[in-house]
């Protein structure tokens, strides 16, 4: 079956500029996570979504950073004003509840120039 | 109390030997111990996970070595291959981290042939 698709896989884009990063979550999956990960570093956890509820926005590391989610479908993560330090892949994950196994996307590599 | 301590960020093993990575936690209301494994240009897959009540899980060359006395544990790859090549994040969840998956730094395997 499909499993979680990010889109773009590559995104270049100029210091100011707004960036919209998507993430297709596998089929009945209730919980969605975004992370970020930087060049050779670990899993940064930013937003997590289960479900109706109302979303866990503590990873959020500015207010520059939103994202939305509709039901238990497509996540999109909006990145406003975009600055160098914003360089990362972008990670979403989905699982098919709060504590089950997450299984994750490819990611979207960012680049801020 | 939330962290997951994860060492050597970075190991070389020979082909056949044994890599073996620790993780170290604090928080006792962690229950559930997966380990993730990750390929360059890769998002993260399931590998293995242990839960408190047992000391040790084995699936294939992977094992998890579990002491829960000293809130540590352990990923041991036996029969190292070059395709083990990755990196490994282990991580940890339980109700006091609200369901969030807590992550390891991250170690950087490399399986010399």
């Known amino acids: 079956g499909a499993g979680v698709s990010q889109s773009p896989s590559n995104k270049v884009t100029e210091k100011g500029k707004d960036v919209e990063l998507r993430c297709d979550p596998i089929?009945?999956?209730?919980?969605l996570y975004w992370y970020r990960q930087r060049l050779g570093q670990g899993l940064e956890f930013l937003i997590y979504?289960?479900?109706?509820?109302?979303?866990?926005k503590s990873g959020l590391p500015s207010d520059r950073f939103s994202a939305e989610r509709t039901g238990e479908s497509v996540s999109t993560l909006t990145i406003q004003r975009t600055q160098q330090e914003d360089s990362a892949v972008y990670l979403c994950?989905?699982?098919?509840?709060?504590?089950?196994?997450?299984?994750f996307g490819p990611g979207t590599r960012l680049t801020v120039l | 109390q939330q962290q997951v301590k994860q060492s050597p960020q970075s190991l070389i093993v020979q082909k056949g030997g044994i890599s073996i990575i620790n993780c170290a936690y604090e928080?006792?209301?962690?229950?559930?111990f997966p380990w993730y494994q990750q390929f360059p240009g890769k998002g993260p897959a399931l590998l293995i996970a242990?839960?408190?009540d047992v000391s040790e899980k084995k699936e294939g060359r992977f094992t998890i070595s579990f002491n829960k006395s000293a809130k540590q544990f352990s990923l041991h790859i036996m029969d190292s291959q070059p395709g083990d090549s990755a990196t490994y994040f282990c991580?940890?969840?339980?109700?006091?981290?609200?369901?969030?998956?807590?992550w390891g730094a991250g170690t950087k395997l490399i399986i010399k042939p």
């Open positions: 994950a989905s699982s098919f509840t709060d504590r089950a196994e997450q299984f």
């Open positions: 089929s009945g999956h209730t919980a």
């Open positions: 979504f289960q479900g109706n509820s109302a979303p866990d």
């Open positions: 928080n006792t209301a962690f229950d559930y």
């Open positions: 242990i839960r408190p």
């Open positions: 991580a940890a969840i339980g109700v006091d981290s609200n369901y969030q998956l807590i």
